[in-house]
């Protein structure tokens, strides 16, 4: 079985590029997508994460991005969905812009790493990014499953534990007919993966998030993510918000 994946960009955050790179470029505005990946192909329909309930769309930030922000309902629109349609929704963890639109999904079973649910409703005041609203619909609705290792959700699709940005995230690989491709558990651009020379020279191959569970430990997760599939692709890099498929 082999799909394909689709980012629709369905929110952003403007903010100091350092959250998204440690130790670099600290005070430098940056504005990142927040992406609902649309995984099509097989007899269901499957989301990687939901994205923003209310996102600013603008002219501003679409430029910023290089790519169009839809609403949920309008990223859905594009391939003939409404949110009652998604069968499966993999969540890469649950800080907020990753599921505020999970309560219209009233079909879909939701998949999350069991630290991610128990943290999302005991967060550590450090970690602000957890919102348990937004997960108490499909909660009480039963429609969560927890895993706790690397899983195979569906032929073709595995949730995979890489606790880089937290301790619960999972990276979701999806076999294509170009290739298997990871969809990262940790929020990261493409620079984390592949850093500029000057970060190099330092004999440093990656760069850990911004936000992590420790950066000697979220260093080791991102090199060893590199080689888990043909393409890797960093959750809110830009770049995919002007992309209909990834790869193309």
Not at 31 to 41: A, L, Q, R, V
Not at 89 to 111: G, P, S
Request: net charge negative.
């Amino acid at each position: 079985m082999t799909y394909k994946v689709h980012p629709i960009c369905m929110g952003t955050k403007v903010f100091d590029k350092g959250m998204m790179t440690y130790q670099h470029d600290y005070g430098k505005p940056y504005t990142i997508p927040i992406y609902t990946w649309y995984i099509e192909g097989g007899d269901k329909t499957i989301l990687v994460d939901t994205g923003e309930m209310q996102p600013i769309i603008s002219e501003e930030r679409e430029k910023a991005i290089g790519g169009k922000i839809y609403t949920f309902e309008e990223g859905l629109a594009k391939y003939g969905l409404k949110p009652e349609d998604v069968d499966v929704i993999i969540h890469t963890h649950l800080h907020n812009d990753h599921c505020e639109n999970d309560y219209k999904c009233v079909n879909a079973r939701v998949y999350v790493h069991e630290k991610e649910l128990e943290t999302v409703y005991n967060p550590h005041p450090l970690d602000f990014r957890y919102l348990e609203d937004y997960v108490d619909d499909v909660k009480d609705n039963g429609q969560i499953v927890t895993v706790n290792e690397d899983t195979e959700v569906l032929p073709g699709i595995t949730m995979i534990h890489t606790p880089a940005h937290t301790e619960g995230g999972m990276s979701v690989k999806v076999e294509t007919d170009k290739g298997s491709v990871l969809i990262c558990g940790f929020c990261t651009i493409l620079e984390n993966l592949e850093p500029p020379i000057e970060v190099r020279a330092m004999e440093m191959e990656v760069i850990p998030p911004g936000t992590n569970t420790g950066p000697e430990r979220a260093y080791d997760i991102l090199l060893k993510a590199k080689g888990m599939a043909d393409y890797i692709l960093p959750l809110h890099e830009p770049k995919w918000a002007s992309m209909e498929t990834v790869p193309e």
